[in-house]
């Protein structure tokens, strides 16, 4: 059973700082890419960031480029993003997300992800 658990979310003054981690179970992670992408009230899920397999290839959405930073650990079978320089449009429920896929090839499209944590809350105050 594969499981993605989210942790680190809370609430942060803007201009603050928070890292994000997602723990992965139950699947080969070093076959994986992995992605956060963050839904705020009344609006649709956005992709945020995303990396391959190996950690070699990385994207950002404009909004956040400079600003957030994702990592992985697969010794750790860990996915991390850090964020600085929060702003209150920041504020979000924050989730990790899984696609098989072995090679450097990122998507952006939430239903090209077949395993989805069930979020953490991120609350940037102004």
């Known amino acids: 059973q594969v499981q993605l658990v989210e942790s680190g979310g809370g609430l942060v003054q803007a201009g603050g700082s928070l890292k994000l981690s997602c723990a992965a179970s139950g699947l080969r992670f070093t076959y994986y890419a992995m992605a956060w992408f963050r839904q705020a009230p009344g609006k649709v899920r956005d992709f945020v960031a995303a990396?391959?397999?190996?950690?070699?290839?990385?994207d950002y959405a404009d909004s956040v480029k400079g600003r957030f930073t994702i990592s992985r650990d697969n010794a750790k079978n860990t996915v991390y993003l850090q964020m600085d320089s929060l702003k209150p449009e920041d504020t979000a429920v924050y989730h990790c997300a899984g696609r098989q896929g072995r090679n450097s090839y990122l998507r952006r499209r939430d239903d090209d992800y077949a395993f989805w944590g069930q979020g953490t809350q991120v609350t940037v105050s102004s």
């Open positions: 990396v391959s397999y190996d950690g070699g290839n990385i």
